[in-house]
């Protein structure tokens, strides 16, 4: 990954998920606060400006411009956990930034978040997303694949880990407080955390990276 293609992928997550903002409040609003479309929606319109105003010269920095403005930018509780998560990977990606590369830093941003957010598998956060994202990328690398199949692989497992969620009953956060009414409803976070690798996984095939 080079520092054009990290950029393409923070905006293609904008848009994605300011095309899925209603759709992202109103999971929200069945078992949180309602505002995570809103709010994530901001957050990255504040994450292009930052990467505008200081073009960042690796994708490290892409990461850490990021997760910072992120933190500072998103309110409720994902900004910070988007935050960190963005932040560790930058902190951990070294360079040449490979596959293997970025699959150590993502999981390492991952485990960011769990530490944070003190979610595991199965408590229907953007856990139950991120982690399948996280396992798929890192099989992707010791089975030799190419970066395009293994960002599409991460994909689907984020977007399968997020459908997992709805029979789930949630055991962090905000929907936590609703029991067994949080059952039948997707989590917003692991749908979001779908939609950023949805992203990827968008731009990895518009560039044509199919080799690691």
Known sequence: MDTALCLAWFEEAARLVHRD???????????????????????????????????????????LTVGTTLIRRVGGASGPLYGSLFRQMGRTLGSPATLAAFASAFDEGVVAVERLGKAALGDKTMIDALVPASRALSLAVRDG?????????????????????????????????????????????????????EALAAVVRRAGAGAA
């Open 21 to 63: 903002r209603d759709r992202l409040t109103a999971l929200d609003a069945a078992i949180g606060d309602g505002d995570h479309g809103a709010n994530l929606d901001r957050g990255l319109t504040e994450v292009g400006k930052a990467l505008a105003e200081s073009p960042p010269g690796s994708p490290a920095e892409t990461l």
């Open 145 to 197: 694949v190419g970066v395009l199949q293994a960002v599409e692989q991460a994909a689907r497992a984020a977007q399968e880990g997020a459908e997992a969620t709805i029979p789930m009953q949630a055991r962090k956060g905000r929907a936590s407080y609703l029991g067994e009414r949080s059952i039948g409803h997707m989590d917003p976070g692991a749908s979001s955390s779908a939609l950023f690798m």
